[in-house]
């Protein structure tokens, strides 16, 4: 989007009147489609961000059942305690970005579905109820996508919750011997969910580029 428009766009996603965004958008040349695409780009960014932040906060924890005896045990706790909430908000980013991805795909097909009556050519009217089509199944393929990653986010989340509250209450190397058995399980929580993100933010570069090839 054109960086004029940077300021206007903030304030009314800020302020969650979407419907008014639209019609504003509208007026300067940027529709519906143009929105749908940008949004579903900063969805796979925020999910590749989300990637490397889990990625982040699992070596943390690596690093803190690693830690023999209680030398440096409190800084990585530290450590660990910040990853966790990093981790909070890159999965609340993701959530968001998705939200927003659903809000205006669901105000561009109801507005597309309204324009097919007002066509006058029956296989112009048909064409563009092809392509109506095609979107939707595409969209549904790439939300369910993002939907699935992102349920895999609150197991994972709070099982390092549940690793920074013990160590907060128990610094000690018995503690520590206590959270290595963990972390198996959360290595392959992290890994499930790494991949399924991987597999939306795929989708969402084949949503975008059948859009380009569209318009």
């Not at 749908?36 to 989300?50: F, H, I, P, T």
């Not at 011997?177 to 929580?189: D, F, M, P, R």
């Amino acid at each position: 989007m054109r960086a004029p428009l940077l300021a206007l766009l903030a304030l009314f996603s800020l302020s969650g009147c979407q419907s008014a965004y639209y019609a504003t958008m509208e007026k300067v040349g940027i529709h519906k489609r143009d929105i749908l695409a940008d949004r579903v780009e900063a969805a796979g960014e925020a999910q590749q961000d989300a990637q490397k932040q889990f990625k982040d906060a699992l070596e943390h924890f690596r690093a803190v059942v690693k830690v023999e005896g209680s030398e440096d045990l409190e800084k990585r706790y530290d450590e660990l305690s910040s990853q966790y909430e990093d981790s909070e908000k890159a999965a609340k980013e993701v959530s968001d970005r998705i939200d927003a991805v659903q809000d205006v795909a669901e105000a561009l097909f109801e507005e597309w579905q309204g324009e097919l009556d007002q066509y006058s050519s029956p296989s112009l009217r048909a064409a563009s109820a092809h392509t109506l089509a095609d979107t939707k199944r595409r969209y549904q393929s790439l939300l369910k996508a993002m939907r699935k990653a992102e349920a895999k986010m609150p197991p994972v989340l709070a099982k390092f919750h549940d690793q920074v509250l013990f160590l907060k209450h128990n610094l000690n190397a018995r503690a520590i011997g206590s959270l290595k058995g963990e972390l198996g399980s959360i290595e392959k929580q992290v890994d499930s969910l790494i991949k399924e993100m991987q597999r939306a933010v795929n989708e969402s570069e084949r949503f975008i580029q059948n859009l380009n090839q569209q318009g």
